[in-house]
């Protein structure tokens, strides 16, 4: 079915940003979780398959901003104001939405986000 491909991660100091691309295709929602070294895979944000609902974690609520463009099939989070503390692996995938769980068991290669002090 769907393949999740992530894409747009790098380097940047704090205070900085990026933008983060996802593929995606069909009336789903879609999330963003991310993975730091030693941690389990969290929830960071998420967005009905309208579009017009989203939710984040309160640790990037006000700085991190998720879109979708369905015409092109792919999700998006915009990331400002990137803190040390965001550094990890960041994937996307179908969500449950009212929820913070993933809805597919299988994900993506996860894009890097690193951001230096």
């Known amino acids: 079915q769907v393949q999740l491909v992530e894409s747009g991660g790098g380097l940047v100091q704090a205070g900085g940003s990026l933008r983060l691309s996802c593929s995606a295709s069909g009336r789903t929602p879609m999330g963003w979780f991310r993975q730091a070294p030693g941690k389990e895979r969290e929830f960071v944000a998420s967005?009905?398959?309208?579009?017009?609902?989203?939710r984040y974690a309160d640790s990037v609520k006000g700085r991190f901003t998720i879109s979708r463009d369905d015409a092109k099939n792919t999700v998006y989070l915009q990331m400002n104001s990137l803190k040390p503390e965001d550094t990890a692996v960041y994937y996307c995938?179908?969500?449950?939405?009212?929820?913070?769980?993933?809805?597919?068991?299988?994900w993506g290669q996860g894009t890097q986000v690193t951001v230096s002090s």
């Open positions: 967005i009905t398959w309208t579009g017009t609902s989203t």
């Open positions: 995938n179908v969500v449950v939405w009212g929820t913070v769980r993933a809805a597919l068991d299988s």
